[in-house]
């Protein structure tokens, strides 16, 4: 019978869009509860925002017309450069970070726990045994 041909492919398909419409139920459950724990913490937030425009507005405003004074320029400059140290400091922070958990991850004693809840990456080929 010439049925038969078309309905492996029609399954495989349904399959597909079963398990596709199980991801998206599952992350639509996930991004709504991270909302819920986020969300009172938006005000706040949104707060903090427009407090920090308003100050730097108003730290702006003097600068701008001081500018022409060698005093506060070197003290902008001096400003600038501990603001872009403290910027590096994070960056080299969270670059360690990183790299602690790569480093962990790959180890012997380490992979076991990072790998034990996730069974699709026992197959995986960074997973060594």
Same mark, same amino acid.
């Given at each position: ?14 399959? *597909?869009?079963?398990? &596709? ?8 459950? @996930? ?10 913490? =938006? ?7 427009? =407090? &920090?425009?308003?100050?730097? @507005?108003?730290?702006?405003?003097? &600068?701008?017309?001081? &500018?022409?004074?060698?005093? @506060? *320029? ?23 970070? @990183? ?31």
């Amino acid at each position: 019978m010439p049925a038969e041909p078309l309905a492996r492919p029609n399954d495989e398909w349904s399959g *597909k869009v079963a398990e &596709t419409a199980i991801r998206l139920g599952v992350l639509a459950v @996930v991004l709504v509860w991270c909302f819920q724990i986020l969300q009172p913490f =938006i005000l706040p937030f949104l707060w903090a925002v427009l =407090i &920090t425009a308003g100050s730097l @507005v108003i730290l702006m405003i003097p &600068t701008a017309l001081l &500018t022409e004074q060698p005093l @506060v *320029k070197a003290i902008g400059l001096w400003l600038v450069d501990v603001a872009a140290s403290a910027g590096i400091g994070i960056l080299i922070f969270v670059a360690a970070f @990183v790299i602690a958990g790569i480093l962990l991850a790959h180890s012997a004693q380490g992979s076991g726990p990072c790998y034990a809840g996730y069974p699709r990456s026992q197959n995986s080929a960074w997973v060594q045994s």
